[in-house]
């Protein structure tokens, strides 16, 4: 159960959100009367989902259009509520990502003591955005960009009693910055690389970090082409069997998504889901894929 997936209540983006003085406490006190209700049947909690997104986006080339439609958004909210600055807890300013994530680290810490505090033994982490980068070329920037984007919360998970790992693409760098996918190679619906060992190349490289075990919390495939996701999750998941095999303690896996779900940003025309949804009736129907990891799930082995 994550505690918070990004969404937060508007009095408190008005209030700043992340960037408010009081922020940490504030999510502190959420996580302990929200784990007193409903902490008690729950295998492992996360307290917040992605942390390092924002960071991550500015290395992946993300349009210059969305930082701009985002700068807009939170101008005409604060104009609309008659407050000076108004901050969504996904939605962001170049600038403050700085402060914002010294913020988002003290709600961390905050927040798991807070639900420690109500459930000792229920185990706690964060679930980050890792992205497989592998390095192309001498002076690559790929260290650069571990650092700034993971660097921190790498060392504050350190104290976690799991780390959430989120992947599905991997990314090359060399001196100038990110490097376009090769040639020829099967992309998603982004335009990305479709590369399975993405997952257990970014499950390895967070566990040697930080020493702790693994939990996946998200791993999927945006396609409209699902038999390019029935074939991506089996080689995906023979490759983090290989991960495992090798010693990384692996808790468990959770694909992105049940069903073709509202992207933040691009709404509903990705499709990440096992299933589609008749978005006028809501009936769902399973894919092939869903047929593909139920048997996986079954057997609790690939191939």
Known sequence: MTFNHFTAPRWFAARGGWLDAQAPSLFARYCERAARHLAAPIAYATTLNEPDLMRLLQWIGMPQGVWD??????????????????????????????AMQVQLLAAHRLGRAAIKAVRPDLPVGVSLAIVDDQAVGEHSRRDEKRAQVYGAWLEAVRNDDFVGVQNYERARFDEHGLVPPPAGVARNAMGS???????????????????????????GLGTDDDAQRAAFIPAALTHLADTMAEGVPVLGYMHWSLIDNFEWIFGYKPHYGLCSVDRRTFKRNAKPSARVLAAIARDNAVG
């Open 193 to 219: 690389e479709i590369y399975p060992p993405s997952l257990g190349n970014a499950v390895r490289y967070v566990h040697e970090q930080t020493g702790r075990p693994i939990m996946v919390t998200e791993h």
């Open 69 to 98: 439609a985002q700068r807009a958004t939170l101008a005409a909210a604060a104009r609309a509520l008659g407050v000076p600055r108004f901050v969504a807890a996904n939605v962001a300013l170049l600038e403050d990502l700085d």
